[in-house]
């Protein structure tokens, strides 16, 4: 009997594996054909490195990077600082509108960003912010899920450290940036990783903000080479690249993020 059911494990396990052999398969084949198409036309000598070399050197890639360096940097940079102070005055200060404003955090994952588009270009156009990097900038600044998890994380800190500053004449603000902010600096960082990723990556707001080609970001300059063969295809896994190895360096953090948005428990927001 023991037999049996061996049998029928080992037939599941390899049934398993075999099908997740074709999803890698399925999920690698865009990329490998990506690499592939770029490394040489008609199997020309060379072909890769000429190829990567007119994109690195004949193109304004590092222009491109640059810019979408500043903005995708100003974004993290602010949406951190915002969304961590937001997140310590929810989750540990009593006020007036206090659960009001969560509800509208909370409500704000049913508006999709893309309903605001509209609202966001006249707004910046009358303030004189298109082709700007401010322009880019701003409309992305909308990240309720870095509140909600700086919230969780900061509604498991016991109460007595904020008590005991209390104590000795600390202010709010002295409690938030001298003892629970250093408490989360992994939560910090993941949560950087994240909003650094998806700014990154961002391409209809930039597309629609700048039209001048020295400010464009990456991804859209990439997408406007792609008429140009070859070269558009590898310009595309140059703006990819560095997002990509940031991910793969830090997904156990990226990971543990989405287990704290979902509601992990307190062990996980202090390791």
């Not at 003892?179 to 600096?185: H, V």
């Not at 597309?207 to 464009?216: D, Q, S």
């Not at 690249?241 to 991910?247: K, Q, R, S, W």
Request: charged share 10%.
């Amino acid at each position: 009997m023991n037999a049996v059911w061996l049998k029928r494990l080992d037939v599941g396990g390899m049934a398993v594996s075999v099908a997740t052999l074709v999803l890698i398969v399925v999920w690698a084949f865009p990329i490998f054909w990506a690499l592939l198409s770029t490394a040489a036309p008609a199997g020309a000598t060379g072909g890769f490195f000429r190829t990567y070399g007119y994109v690195l050197f004949e193109t304004d890639l590092g222009r491109w990077y640059l810019n979408s360096l500043v903005t995708s940097g100003g974004v993290t940079a602010i949406v951190l600082a915002i969304s961590s102070a937001c997140g310590y005055a929810i989750s540990q200060i009593e006020f007036t509108g206090r659960k009001l404003l969560w509800i509208v955090i909370l409500g704000s994952f049913m508006i999709p960003v893309q309903a605001l588009i509209v609202n966001h270009f006249f707004l910046i156009y009358q303030w004189g912010l298109l082709n700007t990097w401010l322009g880019v900038i701003l409309p992305q600044l909308i990240a309720p899920i870095a509140v909600i998890v700086y919230k969780q994380f900061f509604d498991g800190i016991p109460k007595e450290y904020g008590e005991a500053a209390f104590l000795d004449g600390a202010k709010h603000w002295q409690i938030f940036l001298k003892i629970y902010l250093p408490m989360n600096w992994g939560v910090t960082l993941t949560l950087a990783i994240i909003v650094f990723i998806g700014a990154w990556n961002a391409f209809l707001w930039p597309f629609l903000a700048v039209t001048k080609p020295e400010l464009m970001n990456v991804t859209v300059s990439t997408a406007q080479l792609s008429s140009n063969g070859i070269s558009g295809v590898a310009a595309a896994i140059m703006a990819g690249l560095p997002v990509t190895i940031i991910y793969l360096l830090f997904q156990r953090r990226v990971t543990d993020a989405v287990t704290m948005s979902a509601g992990g428990n307190d062990e996980q927001r202090y390791n």
